[in-house]
């Protein structure tokens, strides 16, 4: 830092304090070992903004509303995307969605959200409740079909194959449930890997021919011919759905008013595949977990349903009485954040909070911290959906106290997209199931990108 870096009242900028670490590997292993705890402990210890080092890797934490705020919504220009930060190296996502929605950035970014918010306006998606109940029926049907009453099954599993489901019949009007083992199984591979990237610079370049990478690389190539398989049978069809492919080959830039490569199309359909599916599924897996663990939620959620639905399919018109339904979804997602951190690249020496941020580091929002700041939420850590009730005022009115999609203009183009995919299935679904968890079974959350539980969620199926 320059001695002449300053604040605007002349007292000199401060670096953020750090925790105790290694000399080489600063704090790399507890990083790694538990991520969200031992951020969770750095912040009792050192406040709302403090600095860790991973090996090279300096990355400031940012732990209050109002440097989320800062540095999504008020001085976003002195941030920006990882690509941005010019390393010799992709890094972070990008490895896995190209140059996609969520990962590209500048004018290119812009020009790809004006043409993809359409699909995803609350008109749109409000056309689009029936495919997502209609998969909830398929996943209901097959459990009676295949289980036994009290079997013990991987919810996460199967949460994920319903939203795959979903997104496959809305978005690419195609049916992918014969691709939900796949996906299962190769796309956390695919994350976690990206996700690496980031916190580990120590980690060798993809195309050394470990067997980390060899596994990342095959993976890549099994994603790319689902992905270009979905191109090309809508190319050779020439029959248009209306859907999310359609409006992609349909779209042309303004100025050249060229259409979409076929490289940039599977960018698009990469990222809204991947966070179509992956969000949503792990927010219904830990809402069925803190449901197991909370009877009386449970039971205040099956007489919402009972009186409002009776017994029949939920629709999109029910969603406006469903509100503690809702409300159990949006608690769930506070303490368990579908994107625990968002990460950003320090474009230009600023200052957050009196502490100085270099051009070249990394700033880190964490949603998970946030969400548990106890000068916001009153008894952070217990699971109470009152807090979203409306009238309620357990939730205090900072605009970046949650969020579960992140915030500012990037905020999550899906957001309404997964709000109702999540209140229609978990309606549904709690209608006809109890599930309970499987006792003794261990649950630790794991970050990859997205928080899903480390060794999947093993609940006992009780019909009612």
């Not at 690496?196 to 021919?209: A, E, H, I, R």
């Not at 470990?210 to 690389?217: I, K, S, V």
């Not at 995919?421 to 978990?426: D, K, N, V």
């Amino acid at each position: 830092m320059s001695s002449s870096a300053a604040l605007p009242g002349g007292a000199p900028l401060l670096c953020a304090p750090t925790p105790a670490g290694h000399f080489l590997f600063g704090h790399l292993k507890p990083y790694r070992a538990d991520m969200l705890g031992f951020l969770a402990r750095s912040r009792a210890e050192l406040g709302d903004i403090f600095r860790i080092r991973l090996a090279s890797r300096s990355i400031h934490i940012l732990a209050h509303p109002d440097m989320a705020e800062q540095l999504l919504i008020k001085e976003r220009e002195h941030f920006g995307k990882l690509s941005e930060l010019g390393e010799k190296r992709e890094i972070g996502l990008s490895l896995v969605l190209g140059k996609g929605l969520v990962t590209n950035y500048g004018e290119s970014w812009q020009r790809q959200r004006q043409m993809m918010q359409p699909m995803f306006h609350k008109v749109q998606i409000a056309t689009m409740a029936d495919a997502m109940t209609e998969a909830g029926s398929r996943l209901l049907r097959r459990w009676q079909q295949v289980f036994q009453p009290g079997q013990v099954v991987d919810i996460s599993q199967e949460m994920m194959r319903v939203t795959i489901d979903v997104i496959g019949q809305t978005m690419f009007g195609a049916d992918l449930l014969d691709k939900t083992d796949f996906v299962g199984e190769r796309f956390p591979l695919l994350l976690r890997y990206a996700f690496s990237s980031l916190n580990n610079p120590l980690l060798l370049p993809s195309g050394w021919p470990t067997a980390r990478n060899r596994a990342f690389n095959r993976s890549m190539k099994e994603l790319d011919v689902l992905l270009y398989d979905l191109i090309n049978k809508r190319l050779e069809s020439g029959t248009p759905r209306g859907d999310l492919i359609d409006m992609l080959l349909a779209a042309r830039d303004p100025d050249s008013k060229e259409s979409m490569s076929i490289q940039q199309l599977r960018d698009e359909i990469a990222t809204i595949f991947g966070a179509g599916h992956e969000t949503t599924a792990n927010g219904l897996t830990w809402t069925w977990y803190l449901l197991s663990q909370h009877p009386e939620v449970r039971a205040k959620l099956r007489e919402e349903l009972e009186t409002v639905l009776g017994g029949r399919t939920p629709d999109y018109a029910d969603l406006p009485q469903l509100v503690y339904t809702r409300a159990v979804f949006e608690e769930s997602m506070r303490l368990f954040a579908p994107a625990p951190v968002l990460p950003r690249a320090v474009l230009k020496d600023t200052s957050v909070a009196g502490y100085s941020l270099r051009r070249g580091e990394v700033a880190m929002v964490v949603s998970d911290l946030l969400h548990r700041h106890p000068a916001f939420w009153r008894e952070p850590d217990r699971f109470d959906p009152e807090r979203f009730l409306p009238g309620e005022t357990q939730l205090q009115h900072h605009r970046c106290a949650y969020l579960p999609f992140g915030g500012g203009p990037r905020v999550c183009i899906g957001n309404h997209f997964a709000m109702m995919e999540g209140q229609l299935l978990l309606a549904q679904i709690a209608q006809r199931y109890d599930l309970q968890l499987l006792p003794d079974h261990p649950v630790e959350r794991e970050v990859a990108v997205t928080m899903r539980p480390r060794h999947g969620m093993l609940m006992t199926l009780i019909q009612r």
